[in-house]
């Protein structure tokens, strides 16, 4: 009997997800079935739920997840029966233009295709009882007990990390960390800015740790963000809401400006303020993301001298080199995940986990799956 399992599923924006049974297609070749243990619950899912970002409906949402391989497609290569994997939601062809030119986040088939949230072949994996096809947001779907992806995207990790700190591990973490350590050219003694301590920016500061980065100003509206950021690494809070974060930086390195400024926000007045408190010839990075509809205004001058500005997603990483990397970072105590996680949820309670990201009350929530 084709397998069935419960999955959230999302029909229309701004109503809640229900719980259902959604039936499994047969495994293709490539395919790797994986039994979800943990998923977070991310922004960019929110987005979907909100209707700021438009997918196909129903859908099932999720793309931070760790599980265990429970069976794989006749040429699925790289994984195997029983791994611990962590999903990566960026399969790639491997052999387009820019695949070729080493940005797989650019993938014209992973872009082409994701649109249209289904598996990478252009096929959904899962259907709704006697109501069609379901579709898959960026590849995964991974809010529900099982996951069907290719055999790309199922990176295994050491089995001794827990599932939950691993699923951050998909999305979140690799963003922030990934940031720092694959793009920011960090230098030793450098001075970072990181604009926005959520998960993200949480894990940038963990990042510019590990690069050896002297001053870590983190920034937030929230005094408690800021002091989990003192906890993985920061050596400076600013408060947003209070002070002048651009100043603070040019206090803490001679009047220059910050040598790498990290903004990990979301909102229109910290991607200004990356662009104020850079120094000249510094490095800016942008990892969160607005309305793509919608302006950012500059103070042109803010711009000049030399400055780079990059829009990152992902944090540039290679999953299969960077997942099993982090997970070892976690085991011998180098990259903190266990203050990340707020709350442990049950699939059943999974409105009410995004009503609380919303309410800026959670880090991660994280779904667990017995
Ligand atoms: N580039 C990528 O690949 C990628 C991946 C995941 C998430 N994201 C984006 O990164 C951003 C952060 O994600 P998250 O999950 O950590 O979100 P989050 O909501 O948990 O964290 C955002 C933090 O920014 C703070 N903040 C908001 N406005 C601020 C301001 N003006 N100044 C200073 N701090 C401010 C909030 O208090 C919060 O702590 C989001 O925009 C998300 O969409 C990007
Ligand atoms: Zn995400
Ligand atoms: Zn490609």
Redesign the pocket.
């Known amino acids: 009997m084709p397998l069935q399992f419960r999955a959230a599923v999302l029909h229309a924006p701004q109503t809640p997800m229900s719980i259902e049974t959604v039936h499994a297609a047969a495994l293709k070749p490539t395919d790797v079935l994986v039994r979800i243990r943990a998923a977070g619950l991310?922004?960019?899912d929110l987005e979907v739920i909100e209707g700021s970002l438009r997918y196909p409906l129903p859908i099932v949402l999720g793309h931070e997840a760790a599980g265990v391989v429970e069976q794989v497609g006749a040429a699925a290569r790289g994984v195997e029966v029983g791994d611990h994997v962590v999903l990566s939601w960026n399969p790639h062809c491997g052999h387009c233009f820019y695949c070729d030119r080493e940005t797989p986040i650019l993938c014209e088939e992973y872009l082409g295709k994701g649109p249209q949230a289904v598996a990478f072949d252009g096929e959904s994996r899962t259907t709704l009882a006697d109501r069609g096809p379901l579709h898959q947001l960026m590849f995964l779907g991974s809010f529900g007990e099982y996951c069907i992806v290719s055999d790309q995207q199922a990176i295994p990790v050491p089995k001794e990390i827990p599932f939950d700190r691993a699923c951050l591990i998909g999305?979140?973490v690799m963003?922030g960390v990934g940031a720092a350590l694959n793009l920011g050219a960090i230098a030793h003694g450098d001075t970072v800015m990181v604009?926005?301590?959520?998960?993200?920016?949480l894990a940038a500061v963990q990042g510019a740790r590990l690069a050896g980065a002297g001053k870590i100003i983190a920034?937030?509206?929230?005094p408690a963000?800021l002091t989990l950021a003192a906890r993985m690494g920061a050596t400076h809070g600013v408060d947003?809401a209070r002070e002048d974060a651009a100043a603070v930086g040019k206090q803490e390195t001679s009047g220059r400006g910050v040598d790498v400024v990290i903004e990990?926000?979301?909102?229109a007045?910290?991607f200004r303020v990356t662009a104020e408190a850079v120094r000249p010839g510094g490095q800016i990075i942008w990892?969160?993301?607005i309305d793509v509809n919608k302006d950012v205004s500059f103070r042109w001058g803010s711009l000049m001298q030399e400055k780079r500005i990059r829009r990152?997603?992902?944090g540039n990483t290679r999953p299969r080199r960077d997942f099993p990397l982090l997970a070892r970072a976690y085991l011998d105590g180098s990259l903190l995940l266990d203050d990340l996680i707020s709350r442990r949820i049950r699939l059943e309670e999974i409105n009410d986990g995004f009503a609380a990201l919303k309410r800026?009350e959670t880090?991660r929530s994280v779904v667990m799956f017995d």
């Not at 604009?195 to 920016?201: E, S």
């Not at 920034?219 to 929230?222: C, G, I, N, R, T």
């Not at 990990?264 to 909102?267: E, R, V």
């Open positions: 991310c922004h960019t999305c979140g963003t604009i926005g301590c959520g998960a993200v920016g920034v937030d509206l929230d963000k947003a990990s926000a979301g909102a007045s910290a990892l969160g993301k990152v997603s992902y800026g880090i």
